[in-house]
Nanobody
Framework: QVQLEESGGGLVQAGGSLRLSCAISGEIDRTTCLGWFRKPPGKAREGVATLRKGETHYRNSVQGRFTISYDSAENTLYLQMNNLEPGDSAMYYC????????????????????WGKGILVTISS
C-alpha cells in the first residue's frame, strides 16, 4: 500500500510560480512510476508530468514551464511550476503506479494505482 499527500497549492497571479510537494509513504522502488495529474473545472483528469528511474514525460502545454523531481532521501515528489497561466488552474493530484511506464501513465491516468486527495491550484489573470 502507498499513501500520498499533496501540499503547496494556492492562489497565484498569472506569470507566477508554485511548487507542489507530495509526501509518499509505503513501499515504492525505482521501478515505480510517480506522477502529477490535474482535473480542470469541467474537464477530465489529465496527465501533467511523470517520472521513473530518471525518465520524465510532460504534457505539451506545460513543457518548459513545469519540472517534476523526486527526492529519495525525503521520499517526496515535487512539481515546480513556473510562468503559470490561468489554464493551469485545476485540482492537482500526485499518483504512483507499480505497473506502468511514465509515458503510459501520463497518457492514461487510469494506469496509476495510488492517488492523493488532491490540492487546488488557482491562477488569476
Amino acid at each position: 500500500q502507498v499513501q500520498l499527500e499533496e501540499s503547496g497549492g494556492g492562489l497565484v497571479q498569472a506569470g507566477g510560480s508554485l511548487r507542489l510537494s507530495c509526501a509518499i509513504s509505503g513501499e515504492i522502488d525505482r521501478t515505480t512510476c510517480l506522477g502529477w495529474f490535474r482535473k480542470p473545472p469541467g474537464k477530465a483528469r489529465e496527465g501533467v508530468a511523470t517520472l521513473r528511474k530518471g525518465e520524465t514525460h510532460y504534457r505539451n502545454s506545460v513543457q518548459g514551464r513545469f519540472t517534476i523531481s523526486y527526492d529519495s532521501a525525503e521520499n517526496t515528489l515535487y512539481l515546480q511550476m513556473n510562468n503559470l497561466e490561468p489554464g493551469d488552474s485545476a485540482m492537482y493530484y500526485c499518483a504512483a503506479g507499480r505497473n506502468t511506464s511514465p509515458l503510459a501513465g501520463l497518457n492514461a491516468p487510469g494506469n496509476m494505482e495510488y492517488w492523493g486527495k488532491g490540492i487546488l491550484v488557482t491562477i488569476s489573470s
